[in-house]
């Protein structure tokens, strides 16, 4: 807690003309791009310049600093905030000619802050909610290192600014719920509570009391006016006092600044307009053409960046001078490869030996406990789905509120909340995050995959339950367009494996991943092994290959995924006694083979007739399959009922598949 | 309100007997099906025959009779409490050979309650929190439909049973709040409050206070042992008298009845076994063997029935007697397709004399003049993006918890609670909902959506910004893989419309379906009108069709949708000034095409070389191409920038598919 004793608040003075720079550039930025809004961020200038000048601690020369306080603007369209601050601040790519280029193609500064896209944006926001949620992850994530390496090394803050849009989507009662559960004081949030929406004022559409809402989930709660910069200031400090999440609701006046469209709807989202923005000029007394900061201002702003540094030098040295200085760069380094590979071929070996019938779910398991062997650092959870998803390994014990040196999350029936915190926790540093529900509920925090994929975050869902062969559950529950709703996602490797082998291949893939989620389909059902000979290459890894090999030249290539390999070998097994030649192709992931180059592409899939073998709609399977070939599995949804009777009421069985061959087979010949 | 004044409540022995029934019809449904949730219909028991037995009015000879109370197990693992209460309410459907065939193949009694599987079913869940969020559709449907219709025709509850888990769901939030911000007293919540989940005991996970919760929404809270039937009665009777929607908390031991087993987390979802089973039978004094229920109980449950079927009787001599009832049938009828397909003949013809370029989006709103001036049942809304979605039409005024006789409702910044909201109004009857929001929060609300699909309900979905095109907000805000996510899904209409006539047609086929839900992709940007030649056949309805023919046979077909058609016209034109006949296939849907003759898809795509063009992924377009067709479209998530600097860094523009066109065409000569 060294750091808050430096902090000097700037005169008063200081700080109304920061918070003014704030708003100018907001509004010229907006302008100069003719799209974008300019409410928020001049509505949350006095906020943020109280929180940035006195409190939070970021070092623009070294934006990835560990220890490091967290912002995250979870009301991404106000975007223009974060850009004006760093600016200010003097992050080194952050420049006028950024500013100026709001909103252009190759610009740093998106419509809504990009993770990657410029130093300091700690997560992309934009889409409601997932700031809040991800944020939840950062600060659960800083409390679970602080117990691994202590106060030394880790004591930080993580701030939040949200809007309405924020808290009225779903997903941010599962990350308050978790975060009040969790207590997670280190978590404060500040409600951008200015009583308008897209459509107008709040009272069209809520009548929420905000403030019961979150004590009703465990949170510190309190109320400022968002324009006074003591009483902002006052309740940070009350809030950094309290164990507990804080929020403050800050009132605030949407757009303040602009003389006539403050306070109003039109204020929300579109550029001011030359006249508003000269008269914003005149009633902030701001005489500066646009882009232009006075020496004075960009003075104030450079003393809360050095104080920043001061920090992290202060911080350098206790590292410095820390035993755990090693052990705590190891846990920030990417995985060893070397060392889970070489666990997994030992893994892969004892499989091919033993021939586990297992479901994939259960192969999961195995192979997570020599995961979790090698990356001590990797932290587990399910949606309360534990037992079925087979998530937690030996040994795992539970993150509560007493004791954040847990390393498995209950994340409770907050399928949403799950994979949002995932992301924060894989963000801020330190872990590997996985967690599990069933596929068919994917879509429940689809929006927070797609996160996960568009910042390139190695997070790894685990997905049972993968398709009608969960049985009795019925249709709400089995998936049957998910998989192809998933592949459809750019930067997300899927990952169906066919048994334990390849469930140990895929673990392997997903753990060691630096740029890209993984999401694992693994089936409710038993399977047998169908990897006997055993290989120290991750076959998997090439998305498809040729798991069954014909004597001589082949007829028909089977080509199917998890569950169905099974079902492709049965069927080339029956051919083979009619003295036809079926390869059978095992296709674990499409994404991998995408990228493998044509010629293995072309010698996996032969020029035979092929049929496509999925327990799911056939989309997707264009890169196996041309128009004219076969497909055997849903074209609807699923129906209640054990699952050896679904597979036959669907067609999917050997026989068909066998059937099918043999007339395309002779349709050809 | 002369329905209640009838009530007799049951004796108290009758009662526990008829409790005792459902619990051990539960149990026996799930040990006959070797799978299934015990836990929920045996705790359950108690509040649900008491709820029936003296409130819930229906009359299981007319499952459907409009004024019936909707009963919603939102729990729907649960769904063995609704089997047995419906087998012993005597539903014809639902006899002692469903309940032994629980979960199994053809029968009525799937896995979770599914919509239009048995009667009495008035939504699927399984989904967790789906039931909450679809019952305030109904809820809220009832107070509309009564706003027009009066208390005497319309005068109905709906009662939802819940559990831990989809109070945990972040779209229970939505749910929660929109009842509130609407007051939808008519609505009664009852949470299974038993304090497992299925990790263990909800402490693992959850802290938050769902009364205090529920409170900040503006609900009426009340607490009781769920196993003191005057207890629940009383509740009951407060929660009916309160003008707010109701949340009645019921203390419940989960598995209730099952000796050894009740209470843990063990009971939740597996079968209790043999000698738990005799054991329960012994503790609940209950002889007989599994599905034989004594007279008596029979004769306690048939009472129920008799109160239902007196109470439709009297509402049929009321309707008999009302001046509105031939009112009342008309907005309960699918809708006028005749007058319908005339209006948008006109709408169309006026088009095509006028040229109107504008977005798809304003061409929507265009055309919804036209079919809410046809359909006066039509309830618009918008996830606060009415002016983005342009959703409201002029006359339309907000529905409020002080009128309901509006047809436009605030959902608020709730994609998710809207679209099951908009279910329950299309469950409930009466009204043709329709909501907006931006595509790419399609995410945000898939879930719903794919219930929509599953239960074939015909609600239909307004998504603008549906590509790249909407320029500045970026890659968070821009679909690129949500067409093909959503083309995956069975039983979904996707409608991508090219310009005004297109959007017209789309509306047309949206607003007449009957058992399908239809999604709208529109654009933020204007786009010239294509359909210069007025034509009275609803082309959008043959899913693609050849827009620009070429004169002699074809060198290219360009194949396009949406925003892309236009380009796929200027390229044609660049073809045509160097000799090439292209011919311009604009394909708004693919599903539609899809069930369209064989001989007609073939004459529509032709033998030429074809070129698919689309600002998404290419996943989907495998009916259109051949794997070695090329495709000019996404491959990856799109960028910041003005839409028309987007399309030309991704290469989606004329000179690219000109170019692209050329080399095929000559690779093939």
């Not at 666990?343 to 479901?359: C, G, I, N, T, Y």
């Amino acid at each position: 807690m060294t750091i808050q004793t430096e902090v000097k608040p700037r005169a008063e003075a200081d700080e109304k003309l920061m918070a003014t720079a704030i708003r100018v550039l907001a509004m010229d930025g907006v302008e100069a791009a003719k799209s974008g809004h300019p409410g928020a961020p001049m509505g949350l200038a006095d906020v943020a310049t109280v929180l940035f000048n006195r409190y939070l601690t970021v070092d623009p020369a070294a934006p990835a600093w560990p220890d490091r306080d967290r912002f995250v603007m979870s009301a991404g369209h106000g975007s223009m905030l974060v850009y004006a601050i760093h600016h200010l601040l003097g992050y080194a790519d952050m420049g006028a000619d950024q500013l100026r280029a709001f909103r252009q193609l190759g610009a740093r500064t998106a419509g809504h802050p990009e993770y990657g896209h410029a130093q300091g944006i700690e997560t992309t926001t934009g889409p409601l909610g997932q700031g809040i949620a991800t944020a939840v992850g950062m600060a659960l994530a800083e409390r679970m290192q602080n117990a691994r390496f202590g106060d030394d090394l880790v004591d930080h803050w993580t701030y939040v600014l949200a809007g309405d849009g924020c808290l009225m989507e779903g997903i941010s009662h599962e990350a308050i719920d978790l975060a009040g559960h969790l207590r997670l004081g280190r978590l404060i949030l500040f409600w951008d509570d200015n009583g308008i929406t897209i459509d107008g004022g709040t009272e069209l559409s809520t009548s929420t009391d905000q403030r019961a809402r979150f004590k009703a989930a465990g949170w510190h709660v309190q109320g400022v006016d968002g324009h006074d910069p003591e009483a902002i200031a006052g309740a940070i400090e009350a809030a950094r006092g309290d164990p507990r999440p804080s929020l403050v609701a800050c009132k605030t006046v949407i757009g303040k600044g602009a003389p006539t469209m403050a306070g109003s709807h039109k204020v929300h989202g579109a550029p001011l307009g030359e006249a508003e923005i000269a008269a914003a000029r005149k009633a902030l007394d701001w005489p500066h053409p646009p882009f232009e900061v006075p020496d004075q201002v960009r003075e104030a702003w450079a003393q809360v960046a050095r104080r920043g540094a001061a920090s992290r030098a202060a911080w350098e040295a206790r590292k410095a001078a820390s035993a755990q200085a090693a052990a705590f760069d190891a846990s920030l380094a990417a995985p060893d490869q070397a060392a889970l590979a070489a666990a997994m071929v030992e893994h892969k070996a004892r499989l091919s030996d033993q021939l586990p019938r297992v479901a994939t779910r259960k192969a999961s398991e195995m192979a997570l406990e020599v995961v979790n062997a090698v990356l001590p650092n990797s932290i587990g959870g399910s949606a309360d789905l534990t037992g079925s998803n087979n998530t937690r390994t030996g040994g795992m014990r539970p993150v509560t509120r007493d004791d954040y040196a847990g390393n498995y999350i209950h994340y409770g029936i907050r399928e949403h909340g799950m994979a949002a915190a995932m992301n924060g926790i894989a963000l801020h540093g330190g872990f590997f995050p996985y967690g599990g529900t069933f596929l068919a509920f994917a879509d429940y925090c689809r929006p927070a995959i797609r996160l996960s994929a568009l910042m390139g975050v190695p997070v790894t869902y685990v997905m049972t339950h993968d398709s009608i062969g969960l049985g009795e559950d019925g249709p709400t529950h089995q998936p049957v367009e998910t998989l192809a709703s998933l592949r459809a996602m750019p930067n997300l490797t899927v990952i169906r494996p066919a048994d334990a082998v390849e469930t140990a291949e895929a673990w392997q893939i997903a753990a060691a991943a630096t740029d890209t989620p993984t999401l694992l389909c693994l089936s409710r059902q038993n399977l047998p092994l169908v990897r006997t000979r055993h290989t120290t290459e991750n076959l998997t890894a090439r998305g498809a290959y040729v798991l069954h090999r014909a004597e001589g030249p082949r007829d028909v290539t089977l080509i199917a995924t998890g569950s169905e390999v099974e079902i492709a070998l049965a069927a080339a097994e029956r051919l083979a006694t009619e003295g036809l030649r079926a390869v059978v192709v095992s296709a674990p992931s499409f994404e991998l083979f995408a990228a493998q180059p044509a010629d293995y592409r072309v010698a996996v899939l032969g020029c035979a007739p092929r049929i496509g073998i999925e327990a799911a709609v056939r989309q997707g399977w264009e890169q196996f399959l041309e128009r004219g070939d076969a497909f055997v599995g849903m074209t609807g949804f699923g129906a209640s009922a054990p699952a050896p009777d679904l597979y036959r009421h669907f067609g999917i069985t050997a026989e068909a598949v066998a059937a099918l061959a043999k007339t395309r087979i002779e349709g050809r010949t």
